[in-house]
């Protein structure tokens, strides 16, 4: 069995696009998932979803996304899921993405996944993230079977490993808490990479020039995780020549 976990905290109208976006792409997986969970962070935007087979859990408290996923990792694990599947409610699912993250689980001996992540839209700071590797995973050298972490939007547990290692709440955003699960998964287990499971994700970027406010706030979220991030790890190797991305073709969109 295999659960689709995903976070949600929508205050636009194209925050909820993207959701229904998602949907669409779950409902054309070739490999339907088991579960699907969209947990609602106590968003500001008040708004439904009657999809079969998708249960919608709305929370009273906004905790943030590393609580939103505890709350349905518990659920996965008391209907007794073998396979946790995480991504963004920005994301859009490669029509076997569900496929190749549960038989790469079922076939290896890893602990964790994490797939191929590519960005949705055409902008100069879309291309630039493909590039830097923005959302990717870190390599471990020299085979590159192996990942370092990989971004919670491109992830899969067994549920051994979601039931020792579950999110860190005292992450009140979406930055540092799906690296902090990582390494402290990795302390115990490994995480492969499979390179055919792919999605991609769109960071909302209507052009290159109106962007880049939105660019700029990216890259200040992800810094403002650190301090949370070093005092549970002194040593972190953040070498951007291992990201995945690294000699690898952009692929086109479906």
């Known amino acids: 069995m295999s659960a689709l976990i995903i976070p949600c905290y929508i205050r636009t ?3 909820l696009s993207c959701v229904n976006r998602l949907l669409y792409s779950v409902e054309a997986q070739s490999k339907p998932f088991d579960k699907v969970y969209v947990v609602d962070d106590a968003s500001p935007l008040k708004y439904g979803v009657s999809r079969p087979g998708v249960e919608h859990i709305v929370l009273e408290k906004n905790g943030g996304p590393a609580a939103a996923r505890n709350v349905a990792i518990g659920k996965a694990l008391e209907a007794c899921v073998e396979h946790l599947l995480f991504t963004d409610h920005d994301c859009i699912l490669d029509k076997d ?3 190749h993250m549960t038989d790469f689980l079922v076939e290896t001996n890893f ?3 994490g797939g191929m992540t590519y960005s949705w839209g055409k902008t100069l700071l879309d291309h630039y993230h493909d590039i830097n590797g923005t959302l990717a995973g870190k390599w ?3 085979d590159r ?3 370092w972490y990989m971004p919670s939007l491109n992830f899969g547990m067994k549920s051994f490993a979601a039931r020792e290692f579950p999110f860190d709440e005292r992450f009140p955003t979406a930055a540092g808490e799906d690296v902090d699960l990582c390494l402290r998964l990795r302390s115990k287990y490994r995480i492969g990479f499979c390179p055919s499971a792919k999605l991609w994700h769109d960071y909302g970027y ?3 020039l109106t962007g880049f406010g939105r660019f700029l706030c990216l890259f200040k979220k992800y810094k403002s995780s650190s301090a949370t991030l070093y ?3 002194t040593v972190l190797m953040w070498d951007s020549s291992e990201s995945i991305y690294q000699g690898n073709i952009i692929e086109p969109h479906l």
Do not use: F, I, M, Y
């Open 206 to 208: 209507k052009s290159t």
């Open 140 to 142: 471990l050298l020299p």
């Open 13 to 15: 109208r194209w925050d």
């Open 231 to 233: 005092e549970g790890h």
């Open 111 to 113: 602990a964790a996944v």
């Open 97 to 99: 993405w569900n496929q």
């Open 145 to 147: 079977k192996e990942l």
